[in-house]
């Protein structure tokens, strides 16, 4: 079975600051078409989930382009070049190369 | 643009039904596949399974097959999720999810089934 791990749990950042977080998959998520099946979304608090990611590094359409993801086969990373306030609220990844599999969150909030 | 609206908030006593709908607007209802992901309070997301909205077929994970039912009305462009035989454990949000290829890329806002007696 897959395992995601994200680090780290919770992160403190402070506006303007860059602030990375990881996800770690015990299989490589690459498919043989070349992509990796790896994607990032936020949940803001008191709202439903938002793509942010997909594929590794493909930012949806409505994204900022503070965001980046990278990373490949089973370490992926998502980046954010500087925070600003409504970025807080609870990240995931989520691997679909099998049966879809939710990362725990990483839980970002203002210093 | 694309839209999906669920049902209200649920009130539930162990051992009852439920029946949660999300509708979907914005796009042919046809050619997306609909997920369901729950989120139990204070907990992380959790993949129920998805239902193809072109053939009906629903495929679930392997945790919620049994209790747990999708179904679609292509009419009216929803689709459906039936709990059975309620437990205290069910409480939580259940969200409904576009799938394009494999990524869920618009979400519905979210139905709060809370199962207590």
């Known amino acids: 079975d897959i395992v995601l791990t994200q680090s780290p749990l919770s992160l403190p950042v402070t506006p303007g600051e860059p602030a990375s977080i990881s996800c770690r998959s015990n299989?490589?998520?690459?498919?043989?078409?070349?992509?990796?099946?790896l994607d990032w979304y936020l949940q803001k608090p008191g709202q439903s989930p938002q793509l942010l990611i997909y594929?590794?590094?493909n930012r949806a359409s409505w994204v900022p382009d503070r965001f980046s993801g990278s990373g490949s086969g089973t370490e992926f990373t998502l980046k954010i070049s500087r925070v600003e306030a409504e970025d807080v609220g609870v990240y995931y990844c989520?691997?679909?190369?099998?049966?879809?599999?939710f990362g725990g969150g990483t839980r970002v909030e203002i210093k | 643009q694309v839209q999906l609206v669920q049902s209200v908030s649920e009130l539930k006593r162990p051992g009852a039904s439920v029946k949660i709908s999300c509708k979907a607007s914005?796009?042919?209802?046809?050619?997306?596949?609909i997920n369901w992901v729950r989120q139990a309070p204070g907990q992380g997301l959790e993949w129920l399974g998805w239902?193809?909205?072109?053939?009906?077929?629903?495929t679930y994970a392997q945790d919620f097959a049994g209790r747990f039912v999708f179904s679609l009305n292509t009419s009216v462009s929803t689709t459906f999720l039936e709990i059975n035989s309620l437990k205290t454990e069910d409480t939580a949000f259940y969200y409904c999810?576009?799938?394009?290829?494999?990524?869920?890329?618009?979400w519905g806002q979210g139905t709060l089934l809370t199962v207590s007696s």
């Open positions: 239902i193809n909205t072109d053939t009906g077929n629903p």
């Open positions: 989520m691997q679909s190369l099998e049966t879809p599999l």
């Open positions: 299989v490589s998520l690459l498919h043989s078409n070349g992509y990796s099946f």
């Open positions: 594929l590794g590094s």
């Open positions: 914005g796009y042919t209802f046809t050619y997306y596949s």
């Open positions: 999810t576009r799938q394009s290829i494999r990524t869920f890329d618009y």
